[in-house]
């Protein structure tokens, strides 16, 4: 029993930890312009010309400083390069796809949600109920997570191919991607524990009883018979 509490508790660690990774994700530029998922600094490496972009919106920043910010879900970030880049391909596919999966970034806050209401249920113990509820909650956000990851990379990839197909840009990707990289991975894993967890509670609680010994004979709550009542 204390190893299934221990493993258990390492499920319960890793669904805290995704949610933690995911709500970095979620609170990335413009609310953090320290955390982006993507950075664009153009021609000449100055900090006049860089922009940043989250999951929730962007910043364009000059001399360090972010000058413009916008909150939007949904945003057309290679619209906003073209204003400072012209030689940036804008093709209309292109454009809209990225786009059009910048609004599925919404599901950032959404694994955040469904990992915490996870690691809150594995908390409450081992028992079978719950452990079983927690590796569903956890299973969704592993999907979840997956959908989010794979816009991501979609969308910021056509970005990131775009401005540095123009000499002097540089697109790199942001430490918030790669933290939701990090929750797909522990959510990954989450899954599997909480819910092998959850198979080792229910057969232990199927186990029948072990009958108690002392002295080399079994235990017994029946009486033993006067010699006067034995046949």
Same mark, same amino acid.
């Given at each position: ?20 990774? *995911? ?7 413009? #609310? ?8 664009? =600094? ?5 900090? %006049? ?10 910043? %364009?920043?000059?001399?360090? !400083? ?20 012209? !030689? #940036? ?42 452990? +079983? ?12 997570? #997956?959908?989010? *990851? ?8 056509? #970005?990131?191919? =775009?401005?540095? %197909? ?28 909480? +819910? ?17 010994? %002392? ?13 006067? !009542? =034995?046949?």
């Amino acid at each position: 029993m204390g190893i299934l509490t221990g493993v258990h508790h390492i499920g319960t660690l890793l669904l805290l930890i995704t949610a933690v990774l *995911l709500m970095v994700a979620s609170i990335s530029s413009p #609310v953090v312009n320290g955390l982006s998922l993507l950075n664009v =600094r153009f021609r000449g490496g100055l900090d %006049e010309s860089r922009v940043t972009f989250g999951s929730f919106g962007y910043c %364009e920043m000059a001399n360090g !400083q972010s000058d413009y910010c916008r909150h939007h879900l949904g945003y057309n970030p290679l619209k906003l390069i073209r204003t400072i880049d012209q !030689q #940036v391909d804008n093709g209309s596919v292109g454009r809209n796809t990225a786009s059009g999966l910048t609004r599925v970034m919404v599901l950032h806050p959404v694994g955040a949600i469904l990992s915490f209401v996870g690691f809150l249920l594995a908390v409450i113990g081992t028992r079978m109920f719950s452990s +079983f509820i927690a590796s569903v909650f956890s299973g969704l956000t592993f999907i979840v997570t #997956v959908v989010a *990851l794979a816009c991501d990379f979609t969308a910021l990839s056509i #970005v990131h191919h =775009r401005v540095n %197909e123009v000499r002097g840009n540089k697109a790199t990707y942001g430490s918030a991607l790669w933290c939701v990289v990090a929750a797909l991975i522990t959510s990954f894993f989450a899954t599997i524990i909480v +819910f092998l967890s959850c198979c080792a509670s229910r057969r232990n609680k199927n186990k029948p009883a072990d009958i108690k010994q %002392e002295g080399g004979f079994a235990d017994s709550t029946v009486p033993k018979k006067k010699f006067w !009542q =034995r046949r």
